[in-house]
């Protein structure tokens, strides 16, 4: 599978976002998509995950409640909805196919796609 994520951009503190990964290519329907971003200096962290069928959804505390990830299968397209964005929240986002369903660690996912940057003004 091939993922390409898009829609990043300046936003103030408080605005909003929404991120697509588009999805090519064959997938195992076992798989999940996710969401990571990496920050300046920082470590990839991950963000949002979904199961590639079906809509079960897990979050870290660290964006619950402001993030949801969704999909549309007519377009396999996955999308990350960004509420209430902070000034941490700039990053550089990615989206990845995942193995292991309710892991957070970037190694065990794959199929990165190129990323799309982020940045929250103050």
């Known amino acids: 599978v091939q993922l390409q994520a898009s829609g990043g951009g300046l936003v103030q503190t408080g605005g909003t976002l929404r991120l697509s990964c588009a999805a090519s290519g064959r997938v195992l329907s076992s798989s999940s998509i996710g969401w990571f971003r990496q920050g300046p200096g920082k470590e990839r962290e991950f963000v949002a995950g979904i199961r590639w069928s079906g809509r079960s959804a897990y979050y870290p505390d660290s964006v619950k409640g402001r993030f949801t990830i969704s999909r549309d299968d007519a377009k396999s397209t996955f999308y990350l909805q960004m509420n209430s964005l902070k000034p941490e929240d700039t990053a550089v986002y990615y989206c990845?196919?995942?193995?292991?369903?309710?892991?957070?660690?970037?190694?065990?996912?794959?199929?990165w796609g190129q990323g799309t940057l982020v940045t929250v003004s103050s």
């Open positions: 990845a196919r995942g193995s292991t369903w309710g892991s957070r660690r970037p190694a065990d996912f794959g199929s």
